[in-house]
């Protein structure tokens, strides 16, 4: 079984990523069983969209 790699974007800008996205699981460094987060990953098998402001045209 390979370590699957999850990133993140969020729309908070008080977040330190880093930091927020280790104390989510109960192993250090962001490992729990098979699955390792890493918010700044450069190429995630999966990407949490955490409370993410998407792009609004404006109107007309």
Not at 10 to 35: A, E, M, R
Not at 39 to 56: E, G, R, V
Request: net charge positive; glycine share 6%; charged share 15%.
């Amino acid at each position: 079984m390979t370590e699957k790699i999850v990133g993140m974007i969020t729309s908070y800008p008080g977040v330190n990523q880093s930091d927020w996205l280790c104390q989510q699981t109960p192993y250090h460094f962001g490992k729990w069983g098979n699955i390792r987060i890493q918010a700044n990953h450069p190429q995630p098998d999966f990407l949490l969209l955490y409370q993410f402001d998407f792009f609004k045209p404006p109107k007309k």
